[in-house]
Protein backbone atom coordinates (compact mmCIF):
# COMPACT_ATOMS: atom_id res chain seq x y z
CA UNK A 1 0.00 0.00 0.00
CA UNK A 2 2.83 2.66 1.30
CA UNK A 3 4.35 1.58 -2.56
CA UNK A 4 1.13 2.71 -4.60
CA UNK A 5 0.87 5.66 -2.63
CA UNK A 6 4.41 6.78 -3.00
CA UNK A 7 4.24 5.85 -6.82
CA UNK A 8 0.90 8.24 -6.85
CA UNK A 9 3.09 11.01 -5.29
CA UNK A 10 5.86 10.28 -7.16
CA UNK A 11 3.84 10.21 -10.28
CA UNK A 12 1.81 13.71 -9.37
CA UNK A 13 4.79 15.30 -8.60
CA UNK A 14 5.98 14.44 -12.29
CA UNK A 15 2.28 15.75 -13.60
CA UNK A 16 3.57 19.37 -11.90
CA UNK A 17 6.44 19.91 -14.16
CA UNK A 18 5.51 22.33 -16.76
CA UNK A 19 4.73 20.74 -20.46
CA UNK A 20 5.93 21.52 -23.64
CA UNK A 21 4.81 20.64 -27.73
CA UNK A 22 7.87 19.70 -29.66
CA UNK A 23 7.61 18.54 -33.48
CA UNK A 24 8.90 15.47 -34.56
CA UNK A 25 9.05 14.94 -38.26
CA UNK A 26 6.05 12.68 -38.27
CA UNK A 27 3.57 14.45 -35.37
CA UNK A 28 4.15 16.77 -32.30
CA UNK A 29 5.11 15.45 -28.91
CA UNK A 30 3.99 16.85 -25.13
CA UNK A 31 7.01 16.75 -23.14
CA UNK A 32 7.49 17.49 -19.59
CA UNK A 33 10.49 19.53 -18.73
CA UNK A 34 13.21 18.25 -16.31
CA UNK A 35 15.07 20.89 -15.32
CA UNK A 36 16.18 20.13 -11.39
CA UNK A 37 18.91 17.65 -10.33
CA UNK A 38 15.73 16.58 -8.32
CA UNK A 39 12.99 16.06 -11.55
CA UNK A 40 16.67 14.35 -13.45
CA UNK A 41 16.94 12.23 -10.81
CA UNK A 42 13.15 10.73 -10.60
CA UNK A 43 12.44 10.87 -14.69
CA UNK A 44 9.73 8.92 -15.31
CA UNK A 45 10.35 6.42 -12.56
CA UNK A 46 7.15 4.72 -11.09
CA UNK A 47 4.95 5.24 -14.36
CA UNK A 48 3.62 2.19 -16.12
CA UNK A 49 2.60 3.95 -19.12
CA UNK A 50 2.71 6.92 -21.56
CA UNK A 51 0.13 8.01 -23.94
CA UNK A 52 1.07 8.47 -27.69
CA UNK A 53 3.89 10.84 -28.10
CA UNK A 54 4.08 12.26 -24.81
CA UNK A 55 7.49 11.73 -22.71
CA UNK A 56 9.82 13.43 -20.96
CA UNK A 57 12.74 16.26 -22.27
CA UNK A 58 15.80 16.63 -19.57
CA UNK A 59 17.07 20.04 -19.88
CA UNK A 60 21.20 20.64 -19.26
CA UNK A 61 23.26 23.30 -19.01
CA UNK A 62 25.59 22.62 -22.06
CA UNK A 63 26.86 19.65 -24.47
CA UNK A 64 28.21 16.99 -22.11
CA UNK A 65 28.86 13.29 -22.03
CA UNK A 66 25.12 11.93 -20.48
CA UNK A 67 24.48 8.79 -18.66
CA UNK A 68 21.08 7.27 -18.22
CA UNK A 69 19.74 4.55 -16.74
CA UNK A 70 16.28 2.68 -16.16
CA UNK A 71 16.41 2.68 -11.81
CA UNK A 72 13.06 1.84 -10.54
CA UNK A 73 11.50 2.86 -14.38
CA UNK A 74 8.63 0.03 -15.35
CA UNK A 75 8.05 0.51 -18.60
CA UNK A 76 10.47 0.00 -21.76
CA UNK A 77 11.92 3.43 -22.84
CA UNK A 78 13.43 5.11 -26.09
CA UNK A 79 16.11 7.56 -25.44
CA UNK A 80 16.65 10.19 -27.68
CA UNK A 81 20.37 12.60 -27.07
CA UNK A 82 20.14 15.97 -28.95
CA UNK A 83 23.14 18.09 -28.94
CA UNK A 84 22.08 22.50 -28.10
CA UNK A 85 21.58 22.92 -32.02
CA UNK A 86 18.96 20.09 -32.30
CA UNK A 87 20.68 17.20 -33.73
CA UNK A 88 19.80 14.44 -32.75
CA UNK A 89 23.18 12.62 -31.60
CA UNK A 90 21.94 9.30 -30.61
CA UNK A 91 18.47 7.06 -30.26
CA UNK A 92 18.53 4.13 -28.32
CA UNK A 93 14.78 2.17 -28.53
CA UNK A 94 13.06 -0.56 -26.42
CA UNK A 95 15.81 -0.02 -23.42
CA UNK A 96 14.25 -2.69 -21.07
CA UNK A 97 12.93 -2.91 -17.94
CA UNK A 98 15.23 -4.06 -15.07
CA UNK A 99 14.16 -6.79 -12.21
CA UNK A 100 12.55 -4.61 -9.13
CA UNK A 101 16.01 -4.40 -6.56
CA UNK A 102 18.97 -4.96 -8.95
CA UNK A 103 21.66 -3.06 -7.40
CA UNK A 104 22.61 0.17 -8.72
CA UNK A 105 26.02 -0.96 -9.80
CA UNK A 106 24.55 -4.01 -12.00
CA UNK A 107 22.42 -1.34 -13.63
CA UNK A 108 23.45 -0.49 -17.36
CA UNK A 109 24.23 2.88 -18.21
CA UNK A 110 22.89 4.57 -21.56
CA UNK A 111 25.65 6.63 -22.74
CA UNK A 112 25.87 9.70 -25.30
CA UNK A 113 26.72 13.13 -25.70
CA UNK A 114 23.69 16.09 -25.34
CA UNK A 115 22.27 19.04 -23.83
CA UNK A 116 18.71 17.66 -24.14
CA UNK A 117 17.40 13.92 -23.51
CA UNK A 118 14.03 12.75 -24.80
CA UNK A 119 12.42 9.73 -23.16
CA UNK A 120 9.83 7.91 -24.65
CA UNK A 121 7.59 4.91 -24.65
CA UNK A 122 9.38 2.19 -26.19
CA UNK A 123 8.74 2.05 -30.05
CA UNK A 124 7.88 6.36 -29.89
CA UNK A 125 10.99 7.32 -31.38
CA UNK A 126 10.51 5.36 -34.43
CA UNK A 127 6.78 5.94 -35.06
CA UNK A 128 7.35 9.32 -34.96
CA UNK A 129 10.46 9.64 -37.11
CA UNK A 130 13.18 10.59 -35.06
CA UNK A 131 16.30 8.75 -36.13
CA UNK A 132 20.28 9.70 -35.43
CA UNK A 133 21.39 12.40 -37.50
CA UNK A 134 17.57 14.04 -37.82
CA UNK A 135 18.01 17.77 -36.74
CA UNK A 136 15.00 18.77 -33.88
CA UNK A 137 13.56 22.34 -33.47
CA UNK A 138 14.04 22.73 -29.65
CA UNK A 139 11.17 25.09 -28.30
CA UNK A 140 11.36 27.78 -26.47
CA UNK A 141 11.61 25.88 -22.68
CA UNK A 142 10.25 27.48 -19.00
CA UNK A 143 12.73 27.79 -16.58
Known amino acids: MLKLLAAALLIAGQSSLPIVTMNAPRAAMHLWVARSERSHELGLM ?23 WMKDTLMP ?31 PLIHARAQYVLELGAGEARRLGIVAGEKLTIPSLPK
Open 46 to 68: ERTRLDPAQGMIFVFGRNSERDF
Open 77 to 107: LDMVFIEHDGLVRAVFSRVPVLPPGTPDNAI
